[in-house]
């Protein structure tokens, strides 16, 4: 599988530029990391032959937050210089995944989107089921998708606040005058100082 | 909550569900509805009984249980993965649990493999009579649906025996199953799917071929070729549209290699390739297909451990990793990544239902209301699995 990646790194180069793909075949996933803003470009040759992605298997979301060394993702790409020079810039990575019938193989492609209004091309045009996929990730995450034709919320109601995805989400006090958060006895006795004896809770707090 | 909205919207146009035209009516297929299969929303814009637009409105049944799984183990996430599709919840678990396995290079031993087709089979025939009983449910038909529900029932009462509960299992673990078969298993199970095969052939002569039901399945909602690529359709919706396309035989995994079963293929049994019928009947050939593989794995099952050795605290090396597995819904997909400590940082789950539900909008735009009803019922989508 990482030979695919390697070859599709090489030929990806030649039509839209080597600095704009980044070989990732050696990694426990496979996979090639393309710029945010050739990320349409790549999909399109990936459907043609010889690759012939059949469909579009998903499109997941992360963000990077908390991850270990994320700066980790912007220094050794070639496209270093588009993140900016600030230490703190805050990371989302996007995996869409494509899957080829003929050849029986599995193409990942990676991209990693910066910013506090991250946003990247939608491949709704390509194929069918990306519109639902996309609606999710920017439900959850808060990415836009530019040219997508429909993108509004789909597993929350519309008039959510925030993105629970994120690592740093804290949900509002209330919705529509219904408390978000349950009364928690524990908590309760703490805050009046009963201490906790024989509970299994016991060990966690220390 | 306001600064972390993104400002820089293009302009897509307001989305508005309520649009008055004379002569047109919005009809509510409301989240409680006998025929949708589970909490969904269908908002249907009719022009007498032809359906000029249908809207999906998914998302009552949303638990984030992605988000809760970053809190605990990754032990601790196996009982969620039941709750993702409760009719097939073997699947998941088996799912999660080769996903956890690749990542941190665990070996699980052969009869633990076993162990899990078996009840993976099982399951498959259990999912597919529910789907194929509430089919004709939707239609009218009360007996078949009652009929089959007598065999879920048995097939229950095999698995309470192996694992303790009759839908919600949590029996895969990482690194094999948590218990082993008790005494007397293999002739109940065997006696027991003696009698299944003929069940099926009993279903055959009640409906399957009964003037009605075959009027209203063909020649709705066909799906070809290019459409099935074009929305992501998986599993036995795929095969029905003639694409040969199965996990177990194309992408094996576990002790599939060693089984002999066929893959069913649509063939437009009555009327066109693609079409509801099609559908409808490569499930009903896959659960005898099923009885098949349990025999088969019964009989080859060796003896041995059935959980490997594995840490008290599991800590992964940094990474992902992504893992497929054939349910009887289609292709289920974990993608796991984790950043070396004991709580994964990021489960995404992808169900085969998701995609289904997104070619709705496409084919259900100039079709009856009862061609809608029949067109749904056959993509057999479940609710927790959209919405998850």
């Known amino acids: 599988m990482s030979n695919v990646h390697s070859e599709i790194t090489k ?19 496979p996979s090639i990391e393309v710029h945010p803003e050739s990320l349409y470009d ?52 996007l995996v869409y995944q494509l899957v080829s019938l003929e050849h029986n193989k599995e193409y990942i492609v990676k991209a990693v989107l910066h910013g506090n209004n991250p946003f990247i091309a939608s491949i709704d045009s390509l194929f069918g089921n990306a519109n639902w996929l996309e609606r999710e990730i920017y439900d ?10 429909d993108l509004r919320r789909i597993m929350l109601p519309e008039d959510w606040e925030g993105f629970p995805m994120r690592k740093d989400y804290k949900e509002n006090e209330k919705y529509w005058d219904m408390p978000t958060t349950r009364f928690n006895p524990l908590e309760a006795m703490k805050q009046r100082g009963i201490a906790l004896k024989n509970s299994i809770l016991k060990d966690k707090e220390d | 909550m306001r600064d972390t909205e993104p400002t820089n919207l293009s302009n897509t146009e307001k989305y508005t569900i309520y649009d008055p035209i004379s002569d047109e009516m919005e009809l509510n297929m409301g989240p409680q509805h ?9 908002v249907l814009k009719t022009d007498g009984e032809v359906v000029t ?11 984030s249980i992605e988000k809760i799984g970053e809190l605990g183990n990754y032990y601790d996430f196996m009982p969620y993965t039941d709750r993702v599709d409760y009719l097939s919840a073997m699947h998941a678990n088996a799912g999660y649990a080769m996903a956890v396995e690749k990542l941190a290079h665990i070996q699980v031993p052969e009869r633990a493999e076993y162990l899990r087709v078996i009840a993976q089979e099982f399951n498959r025939i259990i999912s597919h009579i529910i789907a194929v009983g509430a089919y004709a449910l939707d239609l009218g038909a009360f007996t078949p649906f009652v009929y089959l529900l007598r065999e879920r029932e048995k097939i229950n009462d095999l698995i309470e025996s192996i694992c303790g509960a009759r839908i919600t299992y949590n029996y895969a673990r990482v690194g094999g199953v948590s218990q082993d078969l008790p005494d007397g298993f293999k002739e109940k199970a065997l006696e027991y799917l003696d009698h299944f095969d003929l069940i099926v052939k009993e279903y055959d002569r009640l409906i399957s ?81 099923s009885s098949k593989i349990i025999r088969q794995a019964l009989l080859q099952m060796p003896e041995g451990e059935i959980r490997a050795k594995v840490p008290r605290k599991l800590k992964p090396p940094v ?18 990544m984790s950043n070396g400590t004991e709580n994964p940082y990021r489960i995404k789950i992808r169900t085969g239902s998701f995609n289904a539900m997104t070619i709705l909008e496409e084919l259900g735009a100039g079709m009856y209301i009862a061609d809608l009803v029949s067109f749904f019922a056959s993509l057999d989508v479940v609710a927790p699995e959209v919405d998850r």
């Not at chain 1, 030929?11 to 996933?29: A, H, K, M, N, T």
């Not at chain 1, 959850?140 to 034709?149: A, E, M, P, T, V």
Request: neutral net charge.
């Open chain 2, 53 to 63: 637009r249908v809207i999906p409105d998914v998302g009552y049944l949303h638990r």
């Open chain 2, 319 to 336: 990474g992902e990793v992504i893992s497929h597995i054939e349910s009887s819904r289609g292709d289920l997909m974990y993608y796991i």
């Open chain 2, 209 to 289: 071929y009964n003037k009605l039901f075959v009027h209203r399945l063909a020649n709705v909602g066909i799906v070809n070729r290019e459409t099935a690529f074009r929305y992501g359709l998986v599993g036995p919706n795929l095969r029905a549209s003639g694409i040969n396309w199965d996990l177990r035989k194309d992408q094996p995994y576990s002790v599939y290699p060693k089984l002999e079963f066929k893959v069913a293929v649509g063939q437009g049994w009555t009327g066109t390739v693609g079409d509801s019928f099609d559908r409808y009947y490569c499930r009903i050939i896959e659960m005898e297909e």
């Open chain 2, 34 to 42: 006998p025929s949708t299969h589970g909490i969904i929303r269908l």
């Open chain 1, 140 to 149: 959850l995450l808060g990415i836009d998708f530019l040219n997508s034709r």
């Open chain 1, 42 to 93: 790549c999909i399109a040759f990936l459907k043609k032959k010889p690759y012939e992605a059949s469909y579009l298997d998903s499109i997941n979301g992360t963000d990077l937050l908390s991850f270990p060394g994320p700066e980790i993702h912007r220094k050794d790409v070639p496209w270093s210089s588009w993140y900016g020079t600030d230490e703190k810039i805050r990371l989302y990575m």
């Open chain 1, 11 to 29: 030929e990806l180069g030649s039509v839209i530029g080597s600095d704009r793909v980044f070989d990732r075949s050696q990694q426990l996933l």
